[in-house]
């Protein structure tokens, strides 16, 4: 199974066309991407299934990681890294069972709570946020600030990347609270210079 040795995260959440979006990916995997997770919720299952095997080419090139939002049977189909799973997604212990060992599961959470019950499970890594505010994560409420990132290190201790509205500006600070990592979404895609913007951020994280 493949180790978390990265620091950016790059998710995908773009309304463009899907060859856009590969292409976007590609600029970021270029530019030193080392992890992206496919997160497509509005396209089928036959697309999704598409551009993960097309994404599993690019980041075997790269020497990338490759996570599936969700999808547990297109993570394995499409020999991922692993599954990122939310709220509405099957349980970490059932992921682990169809998984056999195949994939690194993460749990995306928004509190201590969340946090635990994570680890609990059997999570590998968490996605914890959002941490600022961000239209892609309004749906789970307002940010949940800077101090819990420490506290979930501390108390629950497995990898934790923060996640929402992290830009350039904040990732000083995300990191002095103790974060693993972090995953961007609209602060690389939707940049007008993808890779210039990228190797910012891999910049601030050494």
Known sequence: MANLDFK???ITGASD????LLTAVGEALRAGVKA???REKSISAWALMGMA???RHMTRQY???LFINDRVDI???AEADGVQLGEKSI???AARRLAGGKLLIGKSTHSLDEAFEARRKGADYLLLGPIYHTPSKAQYGEPIGLDIIQEVKHKVKLPVFAVGGIKPQH???VMEFGADGIAVISGILSSDNISVVTEKYLELLK
């Open 53 to 55: 095997v097309e994404l």
């Open 8 to 10: 950016l995260m790059l």
């Open 171 to 173: 990732v000083e600070e």
């Open 75 to 77: 993570a394995l189909c």
């Open 63 to 65: 020497g990338a990681l």
């Open 36 to 38: 992206v997770q496919l």
């Open 17 to 20: 066309p899907a060859r856009a």
């Open 91 to 93: 349980p970490i212990d």
